[in-house]
């Protein structure tokens, strides 16, 4: 017997048949004896629905807290539904508001972190057979008001449950069946991986693989959560994602494409001591965040430094460069949103070096030129023309799984 | 400065402009420093809406605990609709849940009834100078569970936070502008009276006036809150309902039909001592409602007892006397729908013994003919032929008030 936890996105509970698809899944691991704990998120497009109230009523800047009141009724809905349908199967269930399951949070609306879930009223339901259905993305602050954790917070509230109660997985259903080393709808020869680490996950995630919410893989991999993507609508193992995997063959574990990256280019800057610091350290005060940089010599003992932050970010950073600019010399800034990240991950590859040569063989054969290099231990990332970003990808998977 | 409470039902909030409607009808009298605090129902069809989605994961009974979870979420939404169109008119505001707001109540899902209003979140919202829009129809159970209070259950709340928190008035607003001496669409001569006392009240609610819910007005004579009746579209002076209210030349407060009725007789009943205990003890224990009782001596030493109950509960009726068959002997059993119930109320009365031939004169000269008459201190009630029930309320209506 174990204590599962699932979750479940809104698209795979947005109608009455598939609330019950939803609900003969759970049931058949309830069957077997074990304890199963529900997550799931708002119906289909209740969420979109309930922000278009708002934005008749206030177009620009409806209170957050309000938001977050009216938002959290959408998974308050499809929790009682998708209980109603267990016990229509002949099952006990019982639904339970983020409150009611423990969640507290700190008291960011619409961004609200996860402080703790004390899952004492979940034990009691388990203890009392019933398979409980949790609310996800929501919580409470300390002033007893509803918070949400923000788009794709329901991934974290299940890990969070699964870290609290120490469950034996933690299984994520979504619209593929598991992790693939490129998007498969792209790249017909991607491969889907029985298992993968937290951290090629986590670097997948942040390059544009949009399987697993970032915040919840992280929480995964503090608390030592195995988690598991598999298919809502196709019932077969999905990926494992977990702490260490099996050696295998393949050298890369992904290969993905993030099409929302502005460059911006600080050129002819006077080389004088802590310039970078200022900007970054203005940069990170604006809450822009920066993901590669870049900086080189340029001529007459000036220098120049180029970095990447994402397409909505890009005037807020723009922004604070001009708050910067009577306090140095330069001669211009410039933006470009016509570029992409094309990324390759894998655990195996830091101690390979012939990944990145092997890469870059890729995109020559291509034709297809590079405008910027960033590495990590188990990440190279190049930036590349936009309209050729597509064909990169399959180029790059095509040189590494065969 | 007073304390307001303020009612709006799900058509006063139906969409974005009404909304607007009821934030400008409330922050009116903030701006005249009273303190305010708003009972809002779910936007109109939004109730309607949630329980068909329940109907289509089960058409026959979904777990009235889910039921109360689904529901409830109706009032989530308007009360932060509108919590945001108050802010939007530059007044700060905050919505409250059932539970935020105090409300504890029995475990009747469903049909709940109120224990206590803890008002202290509210009392500290307003001494912070915030509007309070508190969700309607719903509380919270010692399970930490929610629960509904059924329909109409939204008066019921505001008159609860009233009582309370000793409310100057607590005003629920309507879509007409008052109660009237008789349906004012059916009975051109209808006037609207300025005061009428709870007891008054409380008979027009039972015979079919739908402005007030009844377990609302109970609340508030218990606790001595002054309400008033008053319409959301036409801002005026309602109709208020207190303990006492001025003489007024009127003999009569209001006339009014029920056509839900259904009148079941048990003909040639054997008289035997006890008898009546037996079938009144029976259906109290099915939980049906009896109205009107009538026993008559039939011939032969044996006796008629003929009762009405409400055409729902016809079939419970039923049920409950035939259980009884094998214990007592009669003729038949007979139940009868084609009549309606038509009641004069008025607290004047009592002191007026003309009030009964006044009516039945009025019948008369219609030539309506009264199958079953029943009395009370403050009202006089007729059954009739349904066919003939609206131009018997006009009939009454014109010899009283003219």
């Known amino acids: 017997m174990a204590l599962i936890v699932k979750k479940f996105g809104g698209s795979s509970v947005a109608n009455a048949e598939r609330v019950f698809n939803v609900a003969r899944i759970i049931t058949e691991d309830y ?30 800047s409806p209170s957050k807290r309000e938001m977050d009141m009216l938002l959290s009724a959408g998974e308050q809905i499809s929790i009682s539904l998708l209980a109603m349908a267990i016990e229509k199967l002949g099952f006990p269930a019982v639904s339970l508001l983020g409150w009611q399951a423990g969640f507290s949070t700190n008291s960011s609306y619409g961004v609200a972190r996860i402080k703790k879930v004390d899952s004492e009223r979940i034990r009691r339901e388990l203890d009392n057979k019933r398979i409980v259905i949790v609310a996800g993305f929501q919580g409470l602050n300390k002033h007893d008001d509803i918070t949400t954790l923000g788009r794709g917070g329901s991934d974290t509230s299940a890990v969070a449950i699964a870290a609290s109660m120490r469950a034996d997985v933690c299984q994520i259903y979504t619209d593929v069946d598991g992790v693939y080393t490129a998007d498969p709808r792209k790249v017909p020869k991607a491969i889907k991986m029985d298992e993968i680490t ?50 295998e063959k393949m050298l890369i574990k992904g290969v993905a494409k993030d099409n929302n990256v502005s460059r911006i280019s600080i050129v002819g800057l006077d080389d ?4 970078a610091f200022k900007i970054f350290n203005k940069l990170a005060a604006s809450k822009v965040n920066v993901d590669i940089i870049l900086q080189s010599v340029g001529r007459d003992g000036t220098k120049d430094i180029t970095f990447t932050v994402t397409e909505d970010q890009e005037s807020d950073a723009l922004k604070a460069l001009d708050a910067l600019k009577d306090t ?38 291509a034709g297809i030129n590079i405008q910027m290099i960033s590495t990590s231990e188990i990440k190279i990332s190049v930036l590349i023309d936009k309209s050729e970003a597509e064909r990169a990808v399959v180029a790059i998977h095509d040189k590494f799984i065969d």
């Not at 570029?339 to 063989?361: C, L, R, T, Y």
């Open 31 to 60: 069957k077997k004896g074990n304890d199963v704990v529900v997550v799931v998120s708002a119906q289909g497009d209740t969420t979109d629905d309930l922000i278009a109230k708002a934005k008749e009523i206030n177009p620009d």
């Open 198 to 247: 937290y951290d090629e996950m986590l670097e997948l995630a942040t390059l544009g693989a949009q399987v697993l919410n970032n915040r919840s893989v992280e929480m995964a991999k503090k608390y030592g959560v195995e988690l598991e993507v598999l298919s809502s609508l196709d019932p077969k193992p999905g990926t494992i994602v977990k702490e260490k995997v099996k050696m």
């Open 272 to 275: 004088t001591p802590g310039i």
């Open 328 to 365: 140095m010399s330069y001669k211009s800034i410039t933006s470009d949103t016509t570029i992409s990240k094309v990324s390759v991950v894998g655990a195996g590859m830091e101690s390979h070096p012939g990944v990145a040569a092997k890469m870059f063989e890729a995109l020559s054969d």
